[in-house]
């Protein structure tokens, strides 16, 4: 089955620890985004990439980090810099990012910080 | 700046009902609109992609319509089912040239359909 996975589905972090969030698409698409959603409010993009080894911040990205070394992988870091972590992130993947193509979800993953 | 507002919040309706959901953008100038529904805990499920060009596009018991003149996009869900319970969100694309191909997001209403 074609599709977008995420993991872990729940993750729990301490106060100053770093935490990769993981997203593998088999859809074949060439961009790859990551949001954040929190209570009440809109989904906000923290990262993007149209290609492999290519990556464009969002509107939130201070205090996460990305790669993208290859098409299927596009994992999140939250580091220890970002103030308030606690949310639902979401990762989605698109063809061209340039033909304004339908975006695909993943699960998500809850990230708590203990 | 896109700001994208969807009302109501919530919504609960019979069975049977059908049903409007509203979502209302500041700037007509889209490339594109896209609904999702998203279940409780759970990633977002694509619904329905109207393009700018566009007036409405059908999915089985979904129709959404798109008036980019006057910033609004309509989401219509015939003879509603407890199944159609869960949150739907609207999503506007920025324009083809534009920086990217970004989502603005707005807040989702809650909708629950009584058995």
């Known amino acids: 089955d074609g599709g977008i996975t995420q993991s872990p589905k729940y993750l729990f972090r301490k106060e100053g620890q770093n935490v990769t969030l993981s997203c593998e698409q088999n859809l074949n698409h060439d961009a790859m985004y990551w949001y954040r959603q929190d209570p009440g409010q809109g989904l906000r993009l923290i990262y993007y990439s149209q290609i492999v080894n290519d990556f464009q911040k969002g509107d939130i990205a201070e205090g996460y980090s990305v790669s993208r070394e290859k098409k299927e992988s596009f994992p999140l870091t939250v580091t220890s810099a970002q103030k308030n972590p606690t949310a639902f992130y979401l990762c989605?993947?698109?063809?061209?990012?340039?033909?304004?193509?339908?975006?695909?979800f993943g699960p998500g993953t809850r990230l708590t910080v203990l | 700046k896109q700001e994208v507002t969807q009302i109501p919040a919530a919504l609960s309706v019979p069975e049977g009902e059908n049903l409007v959901l509203n979502c209302s953008f500041t700037d007509s100038a889209i490339y594109n609109l896209q609904w999702f529904r998203q279940d409780p805990g759970k990633g977002l499920t694509s619904l329905l992609l109207i393009q700018s060009s566009q007036r409405e596009q059908t999915s089985g018991r979904l129709n959404a319509s798109l008036d980019k003149s006057s910033g609004r996009s309509t989401l219509y869900i015939a003879a509603s089912q407890p199944g159609d319970s869960a949150t739907y969100l609207c999503a506007v694309r920025r324009p083809y040239g534009g920086a990217t191909n970004k989502l603005i997001f707005g807040t989702g209403t809650l909708l629950a359909v009584q058995p």
């Open positions: 989605a993947s698109s063809r061209p990012q340039t033909g304004g193509n339908e975006q695909f």
